[in-house]
């Protein structure tokens, strides 16, 4: 069974920093796309950011650029959403993501999401 565990959320002031991680269980996903996404009440699901394999460089939604950082370490199957520098426009719930197919690229088609881990940044 395929399972996508978030962790990593908290309370931060702006201008901080978390790390996010996604560890991801019964699947190896050395070629295969995973997303970040975030969500806040009231609000559409907006895609942060995104890796593969297949991509040259990862995807960043513009209002991160240059502020969060994915990354992958494929020996312990987990994908981290380093987070800095922390606005509170930032604050929302975040959700890992996993397209399957071999060979995904960003934006991935994805079959697979975690439960979600709360980021709050507070003036």
């Known amino acids: 069974e395929v399972q996508l565990q978030a962790s990593g959320g908290g309370l931060v002031q702006a201008g901080g920093s978390l790390r996010l991680s996604c560890a991801v269980s019964?699947?190896?996903?050395?070629?295969?796309?995973i997303g970040w996404f975030r969500q806040t009440p009231g609000k559409e699901r907006e895609g942060v950011s995104c890796?593969?394999?297949?991509?040259?460089?990862?995807y960043y939604t513009n209002a991160v650029k240059g502020r969060f950082t994915i990354s992958s370490d494929n020996a312990k199957n987990t994908v981290y959403l380093q987070m800095n520098s922390l606005k509170l426009e930032d604050t929302a719930v975040y959700y890992c993501?996993?397209?399957?197919?071999?060979?995904?690229?960003?934006?991935?088609?994805?079959?697979?999401w975690g439960q979600g881990t709360l980021v709050t940044v507070s003036s």
């Open positions: 019964g699947f190896t996903f050395d070629d295969s796309a």
């Open positions: 993501a996993l397209d399957s197919r071999y060979g995904s690229s960003c934006p991935g088609g994805y079959d697979y």
């Open positions: 890796i593969s394999r297949r991509d040259g460089s990862p």
